[in-house]
Each structure stands twice: as C-alpha cells, then as structure tokens.
C-alpha cells in the first residue's frame, strides 16, 4: 500500500467514524451521560486529586445500573478497538521486509481493549493495582521487540487502552488520529534517509538509500 492511498484510506475511516458519532449524538442528545467520553475535559481543567483515590473522570454522569453500565463498558472497549485498528493498518503498510511481526499486528489491535479493562478494574483499588504489578512481573515475555519503532506502537496501543479505561474515548481517537498520519507523513517523505543507515519502515520512493552500492561488473 502506497503512503498517499494509507492517508486517503485513514481520512476516510476517520471520517465515518467521527460522523457516525456525531449523528447519534443529534439524533440523541441525552446519550452521552451514558458514554465514555469527557474525560480528558475533566484531566485537564481539575484540579490534583488524592492520587490513592479514584479518578473522576472514570465516572459517566448517569450511569447508575448494570446494564447502562456494561453499556459503558462495551462503547469503552469498543472505542479502544476503532482507534487501535488504524494503527495496524499503519504497521502493515510501513513496516520493512523482514522485520514484520505479525504477532505485533494483533497485539496492537487486542492490548487497547486489554489495557482498558484493566484500567476499570483497578482504578478503585490500590491493593488490585499492586497485585496486577506483581502478576505482570511474575510473566516473562519471551518475544523481544526487533526494533525502537515498534516499542512506539505498543506505546501507542497502550495509551489508547488508558485513554478509553478513563472515560476519555475522544482522547484515544485524537491519539490515533495525529500519531497514524505522522508516521504516513514520515513515510511518504522518507524523512532522515541516508546512506548506509539501518531503515524501519519500508522503501517508498524506489531509491533504498540503506543497500550497499552493487559491486561493478567485471567486464
């Protein structure tokens, strides 16, 4: 997939999502008391909080029963899956030759989803938050990253799982949104190529600067 058929594809998908949210937030405008959205309004105009105390902005403003609350639970989880599959769409396009890991692939669409239920479980307990640490360190994880470059996406698939845990959809959407076109962007001008250096994504122009120059033909 070229750079600029990537950013048409990421507008486009962008743009169906954004809208179709906006339409039922028209067509029902008392929906969002029930949504997980808000919340990085709420992180940045607050004031500190106690930081052993839950965050606020975990809160919806009327979800009061279980089923409205697994209705929040679902658009959570949900919202974490449409902003983290773009970003596999980046990896799948961008990412060099041999080099490509499909396992990272799922994992950057399944660890946001991860993370958020994660982030709801332990955000009223202190003592669950030490013990996940605890059960996360007990785990060796065997497949080491093959580069800097994808420690970046799981960064990314990290902060839209916390960004969707906290109530602040709209927060993982604009991550995804401004960190995806930056590495289409990245892409398509092959910036900080040179000669000899030790290339992450994919060749774009036709011109890999990081081959060895062909040895001369003997005549």
């Known amino acids: 997939m070229r750079a600029r058929q990537l950013i048409l594809r990421l507008t486009i998908y962008y743009v169906i999502i954004v ?21 990085a309004e709420q992180l940045v105009t607050q004031p500190s909080h106690n930081p052993l105390k839950a965050s606020e902005a975990v809160r919806a403003a009327h979800v009061e029963n ?24 980046v990896y799948m396009a961008a990412r060099s030759g041999d080099e490509y890991d499909q396992s990272l692939v799922h994992t950057i669409i399944v660890l946001p989803m991860v993370v958020t239920g994660i982030v709801i479980i332990v955000q009223n307990s202190l003592a669950l938050a030490f013990s996940l640490a605890g059960i996360a360190g007990a785990v060796r994880f065997r497949n080491s990253l093959k580069s800097s470059g994808d420690a970046l996406f799981i960064l990314l698939a990290v902060s839209i799982g916390l960004s969707a ?6 927060l993982a959407a604009l ?9 289409a962007v990245l892409w398509l001008t092959e910036f900080g190529e040179r000669e000899g250096m030790k290339r992450y994504l994919a060749d774009y122009d036709g011109v890999d600067r990081s081959r060895p120059p062909d040895p001369p033909k003997k005549k």
């Open 19 to 39: 809208g179709a949210v906006l339409l039922a937030m028209y067509l029902w405008p008392g929906i969002r008391g029930y949504l997980p959205i808000g919340g």
């Open 66 to 89: 279980l089923g409205q609350s697994l209705f929040w639970l679902a658009v959570a989880m949900a919202g974490a899956l449409f902003a983290s599959l773009p970003v596999s769409w």
């Open 165 to 170: 845990g906290i109530g602040a959809v709209e």
């Open 175 to 183: 991550v995804s949104i401004v960190l995806n076109y930056t590495f």
